[in-house]
């Protein structure tokens, strides 16, 4: 490379058709995942407050909606749901007519083309509001793999196409392989939430999905968030049980741990870009602090860059409604 004078970095920045030939990364429709909360009832649409644009949804709302997400371009969504009733271990989790399962059937047969993964946790099931069964005020791991089990081949019945395990118990990634083999649905991929830091960044989901916990935190199973080398040490684990996507959560705050997972295994990595970083935008573009549609783009794009595949955000539909031509995004 030859040196100023001679070489000048602006040339290549001199018309958008040079830009756009030499950018590295673009995002694409087919890399975005929309989450959904359902809610029991019908004809139900309840707004998020500290997630502006996000909406709780009963399950018909959520079949106008996926039509909506799917006349877009988007292909992919993940659901949480809001149980009807609650108990100590989550049972409703694993009820084969439990919200989820509704939600899937009726996704199933209105919008086919649409791919479902399902969120697999117990926090939304529990009186307590932890991601698993307690034994003495803390997370029993093991009593929680017996249940994962059940809920992952409830989801698969109902037609999940993908089960995404995010409560950081040890081991479950394994026994969610074994549960979907065993029960006649080897083909459906595991994507995990491997590294899941113990964030003050999931404030918002709390109210949508209704799962804060009523004591304490979830600082025993899930990440510190000090820590790099153990979530590569956490994705080892998750891939050798047989996980076939690697998540990071959340996204913004953890480029770097995104970095080193995708050039540490090579695997398909995707992101969570979760409700907290959302609502931080959403909140200085609503007070005229910063320009929402460039902030959008521009932080869904450094996450791609960081070297996500897949990237699961609340953006998601507004992408796809804005910004878009053929699945390219472009604003
Ligand atoms: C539940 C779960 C959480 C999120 C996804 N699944 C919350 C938590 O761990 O407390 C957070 C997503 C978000 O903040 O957008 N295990
Ligand atoms: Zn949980």
């Known amino acids: 490379m030859s040196h100023f004078p001679e070489f000048r970095f602006r040339r290549l920045r001199k018309t958008p058709v040079i ?5 590295e990364t673009e995002l694409s429709l087919s890399n975005l995942v929309q989450p959904i909360f359902v809610i029991p009832g019908a004809g139900i649409r309840k707004e998020i407050s500290s997630l502006p644009g996000q909406a709780q949804l009963s399950v018909d709302k959520v079949v106008e909606y996926g039509k909506r997400l799917r006349d877009f371009g988007l292909e992919s969504v993940i659901l949480f749901g809001l149980p009807e009733y609650k108990d100590e271990s989550g049972s409703s989790a694993w009820d084969d007519n439990g919200i989820i399962q509704k939600t899937i059937h009726a996704l199933k047969e209105s919008v086919p083309e649409l791919s479902v993964i399902t969120d697999l946790c117990f926090c939304e099931y529990t009186s307590h ?3 698993g069964v307690l034994k003495n005020g803390d997370v029993d791991n093991d009593a929680t793999l017996k249940n994962l089990a059940r809920q992952t081949v409830s989801h698969a019945k109902a037609g999940a196409d993908m089960i995404a395990p995010s409560g950081m118990i040890d081991g479950m990634v394994g026994v969610i392989r074994t549960a979907l083999d065993e029960s006649g649905f080897s083909e459906i991929p595991i994507m995990s939430y491997a590294a899941k830091y113990a964030s003050g960044c999931y404030g918002p989901f709390r109210e949508a999905a209704d799962c804060a916990p009523q004591e304490g935190d979830r600082r025993s199973y899930q990440m510190d ?7 590569v040490r956490e994705a080892l684990a998750d891939l050798e049980e047989g996980a076939d996507i690697i998540m990071v959560k959340p996204a913004l705050f953890y ?5 080193r997972i995708k050039d540490e295994f ?4 995707a992101a969570y870009n979760v409700s907290g970083e959302y609502a931080m935008i959403k909140a200085a573009a609503a007070n005229g602090w910063i320009d929402e549609e460039k902030v959008m783009l521009e932080s869904l794009l450094s996450i791609k860059r960081a070297g996500a595949d897949i990237i699961l955000t609340y953006f998601a539909e507004q992408v796809a409604a804005r910004c878009t031509t053929n699945g390219r995004v472009a604003c």
């Open 225 to 231: 968030p000090a820590n790099s080398d153990e979530a």
């Open 19 to 23: 830009r756009k030939m030499v950018r």
């Open 266 to 269: 090579h695997v398909p990595t």
């Open 255 to 259: 480029l770097d741990i995104i970095r």
């Open 129 to 131: 509001g932890h991601c």
